[in-house]
C-alpha cells in the first residue's frame, strides 16, 4: 500500500510525542495509534513513562502494531536542566527519523517537541494541547507564565489541532497563535466498546452497595485538574437531600490519598466508595443514577463522553469541553466550577425528579449516538496530516478541517 501515501513510494513518517501518559490524552493517542492506517503511515513514538503504571499495556499493543518505541523521561513541572536533556534526546530522535510530521501532544512534550522539530526543519510540526494549563488560573502569575509559554511554543508549530471548539476559542482570544493555524478535531469514543461485562447487581455487591441505594459517581484521575475534593464537598449537601445515595468514584493518582482523607474527615467513609483504577469502567457507569464531572478545566473529556453513551444523566461544571457536551436542561445540569453547594443543589434535583432523570437518560444517549464514529474520526485524522504533509502537495489537495 506503500504507493497511496506519498510521491516517493513510500509511508508518511510520523512522529508522536506525548509526555502525559495519563487519562485523557493517553486514550487520545490509544485511538489513534490503533487504528492510523500502517500501510500509509508509519508511527513513532517518544514517550514518558514516568506517571502511569498502567501505560504499559498501551505499549505493548503499540508494538504488536510495529510502532516504533522511544522512551525519553519528562517532567510535568518546569525542570530546565531536566527539560533540556529531554529535549537534546528528542532533537536526536527528530534528526535521525527524517519524519514528514511531528505531532507533539500536551505542554510539556508540546513545548520540547515543537521547538526541537522547528528547529530542525520538520516540514510539518502539529500541536494539540489538550487542554491549557493556564485555564484555571489565567490572571495569576502561574496562569500568566503557563500562557507566556504557550504564545512562545506557537511560533514553533504549522498548526494546532484542538480536541474542542472551545479549546480553539480560548487559544484564539488568548493570542497563543496565529488563528489560520487553529483547527478542530473533536474527540469521540468507540461506542460499541461501551458495553457492561458484569450485571449491575455483581457489581453493586462487590462494591458493598444495596441495591435500593441510589448512586451518584464520577471516573476522574486523581489531580488538581478534577476538583474531587468539590465533588467531596457537595456530598453532605446530596445526602440532607437523598439520605439514602452512596457515592463512588473509579480511578486513581497522586491526590488519592488526599481525597480518601478528606472523605474519612468529613464522616463519609460509608458512603462514599473508591473504587481504584479500572481498565474496564462500563460495570461502574451502568450502576450509577447520576454522573459528575467536577473538574476545573478541559479540554474535551473522554468520560462525558463515556457517560453519555451508557446513557446517564450528567452535572458538570461549566467550563470549556464540557459544556460542548452537557446542554443545561437538556442532558444534564451545569454549574460554576469550585461551588459544591451548586453541585449538591444540581444532584439533588435530578435524583429527586424521576421524569427530569428519564428524560436527561435518553437525550444523553440521542446526543452520543450522533457522535462521529471512531473510523470517521480516524478517517478526518489521515486527511488532516496528509493534507499537511508538504511531500502530498502533488497529490492532494488544501482540504483543512475547521
Not at 109 to 122: E, S, T
Not at 239 to 255: A, K, Q, S, T
Not at 260 to 265: L, N, S, V, W
Not at 298 to 324: F, K, Q, S
Amino acid at each position: 500500500m506503500g504507493n497511496l501515501s506519498d510521491p516517493f513510494n513510500r509511508p508518511i513518517r510520523v512522529l508522536e510525542i506525548l509526555e502525559a501518559t495519563t487519562g485523557g490524552t493517553r486514550r487520545h493517542l490509544y485511538y489513534l495509534l490503533t487504528h492510523l492506517d500502517t500501510g500509509r503511515f508509519s508511527v513513532s513514538l517518544v514517550y514518558s513513562d514516568l506517571r502511569d503504571p498502567h501505560f504499559a499495556k498501551d505499549l505493548e499493543t503499540f508494538a504488536a502494531r510495529g510502532i516504533e518505541l522511544i522512551e525519553v523521561p519528562m517532567r510535568r513541572e518546569i525542570s530546565p536542566f531536566d527539560d533540556l536533556a529531554s529535549f537534546l534526546r528528542i532533537a536526536r530522535i527528530i534528526h535521525r527519523g527524517r519524519f514528514d510530521i511531528v505531532h507533539a501532544h500536551s505542554s510539556k512534550a508540546g513545548f520540547l517537541g515543537r521547538l526541537a522539530a522547528r528547529l530542525l526543519g520538520v516540514p510539518a510540526v502539529i500541536y494539540s494541547p489538550h487542554s491549557f494549563a493556564f485555564q484555571y488560573n489565567p490572571h495569576g502569575l502561574r496562569g500568566a507564565l503557563y500562557r507566556s509559554l504557550e504564545r512562545i511554543g506557537g511560533k514553533f508549530h504549522h498548526k494546532m489541532l484542538c480536541v474542542s471548539e472551545g479549546e480553539r476559542k480560548v487559544a484564539g482570544e488568548n493570542r497563543i497563535c496565529p488563528i489560520e493555524t487553529l483547527h478542530t478535531l473533536c474527540n469521540t469514543i468507540p461506542r460499541e466498546t461501551m458495553k457492561a461485562v458484569r450485571l449491575p447487581a455483581e457489581v453493586r455487591r462487590s462494591l458493598g452497595i444495596p441495591e435500593s441505594c441510589p448512586i451518584v459517581g464520577t471516573v476522574a484521575q486523581f489531580r488538581p485538574q478534577k476538583g474531587l475534593s468539590h465533588f467531596v464537598n457537595a456530598m453532605p449537601g446530596i445526602l440532607e437531600r437523598c439520605p439514602d445515595v452512596r457515592f463512588l468514584i473509579v480511578g486513581d493518582g497522586p491526590l488519592f490519598g488526599e481525597v480518601r482523607e478528606q472523605i474519612r474527615g468529613m464522616g463519609l467513609d460509608k458512603r462514599a466508595i473508591l473504587a481504584g483504577h479500572q481498565e474496564h469502567t462500563p460495570d461502574f457507569y451502568q450502576v450509577m443514577d447520576v454522573f459528575v464531572s467536577s473538574s476545573l478545566w478541559e479540554g474535551m473529556p473522554y468520560v462525558i463522553l463515556e457517560a453519555m453513551a451508557m446513557g446517564l444523566p450528567i452535572v458538570a461544571t461549566d467550563t470549556v469541553g464540557n459544556n460542548e457536551l452537557v446542554t443545561h436542561e437538556k442532558n444534564g445540569l451545569l454549574v460554576p466550577p469550585e461551588n459544591p453547594s451548586a453541585i449538591a443543589d444540581a444532584v439533588g434535583d435530578v435524583l429527586c425528579d424521576s421524569d427530569r432523570r428519564i428524560r436527561y437518560t435518553h437525550e444523553s444517549r440521542y446526543m452520543a449516538s450522533n457522535l462521529p464514529t471512531l473510523q470517521e474520526w480516524i478517517a478526518r485524522y489521515e486527511e488532516f496530516y496528509r493534507s499537511n504533509c508538504p511531500s502530498m502537495s502533488l497529490k492532494v489537495g488544501s482540504t483543512r478541517l475547521t
